[in-house]
């Protein structure tokens, strides 16, 4: 049995490890395996077994940065940080399933707020949790990166919580993930 706690929120956008500064990217429609990590310590439960993650769109946002280091800027006799504009590609309405093994893990999760990958991405949970099987997880509509590495496998960053080992997986797409509500 699974113990399912759904979480929701207006935006939220998961960088994908390709994109380090690209001056348009679109937000991973996937969690990594360091990324479910980072939502299991801080919800600070045993584990999270599944997820299942859709939105209702996605929207071009622009974001100003600063480089990290200085210029100079000699005959004003000043050190500048240049700047520039990055567009991201923000999913709207994102809805976040997320399957622990234990009811315990679920309860305390469904009491907490979440963090996709930024912190002014926040999900929130819904009060209420649910029960299902495998099978009826299987059928909610969502992406899901299934964790491992098999024929059909693909390279999906680099684990931050391990070594930076290599991290695989597949997507499973169920339904239609991208919402039209």
């Not at 009811?103 to 469904?110: C, F, G, R, V």
């Not at 496998?153 to 290599?166: H, I, M, Q, W, Y």
Request: net charge positive; glycine share 8%.
């Amino acid at each position: 049995m699974l113990y399912i706690v759904k979480y929701s929120g207006p935006f939220g956008f998961i960088k994908p490890w390709t994109a380090v500064r690209d001056g348009k990217t679109f937000s991973q429609q996937f969690l990594t395996p360091s990324i479910i990590e980072g939502i299991r310590q801080k919800l600070e439960v045993s584990s999270i077994v599944r997820y299942k993650l859709t939105y209702k769109s996605i929207s071009v946002q622009q974001e100003q940065t600063q480089t990290r280091g200085w210029g100079k800027k000699a005959q004003l006799k000043i050190m500048v940080r240049n700047q520039s504009i990055l567009e991201r590609g923000v999913m709207i309405n994102p809805i976040l399933y997320l399957a622990f093994g234990t009811k315990e893990d679920a309860i305390k999760s469904a009491k907490q707020h979440i963090c996709l990958c930024r912190n002014e991405d926040v999900l929130f949970p819904e009060s209420e949790t649910m029960e299902m099987n495998d099978f009826e997880f299987d059928q909610l509509t969502g992406f899901e990166l299934r964790f491992g590495k098999n024929e059909k496998s693909f390279l999906v960053g680099f684990n931050r919580f391990d070594e930076a080992k290599p991290m695989y997986g597949w997507l499973e797409i169920t339904g239609k993930p991208v919402s039209e509500i």
